[in-house]
């Protein structure tokens, strides 16, 4: 079964980069035909789809998010990592990084992280 586990400061300053990690166990991310998302949930809001790296590293990003995110991977240590850039408190909310067939969706998801972005 895969599991997925985000990692990375729970803390972040505005106008600075968040920098998270997710770390797969039980499956490759080079595994065909995958996609490994980013999700996010602000307080009182839904979840919303931030963008993916598929089985072959090709990115894909949400419009709305896509002058600031940057998504990458490392398939020596099969973890995919999510930077975001010029964060504001709007940014704050709960990370989930997931697996899916199709891209926005996903069948198995980490537990999350709470980041607050805060002087």
């Known amino acids: 079964q895969v599991q997925l586990q985000e990692s990375g400061p729970g803390l972040v300053k505005p106008s600075q980069t968040l920098s998270l990690t997710c770390t797969v166990s039980g499956g490759s991310i080079t595994t065909s035909y995958y996609y490994w998302s980013w999700f996010r949930q602000p307080p009182g809001k839904g979840l919303e789809w931030m963008g993916a790296?598929?089985?072959?590293?090709?990115?894909y990003y949400s419009p709305s998010l896509k002058s600031r995110t940057s998504i990458s991977r490392d398939t020596s240590k099969n973890q995919f990592t999510l930077q975001l850039s010029s964060v504001t408190p709007e940014d704050t909310a709960v990370y989930y990084c997931?697996?899916?067939?199709?891209?926005?969706?996903?069948?198995?998801r980490g537990q999350g992280t709470q980041v607050t972005v805060s002087s």
């Open positions: 790296v598929d089985y072959s590293g090709s990115t």
């Open positions: 997931g697996r899916g067939r199709r891209l926005y969706e996903y069948d198995y």
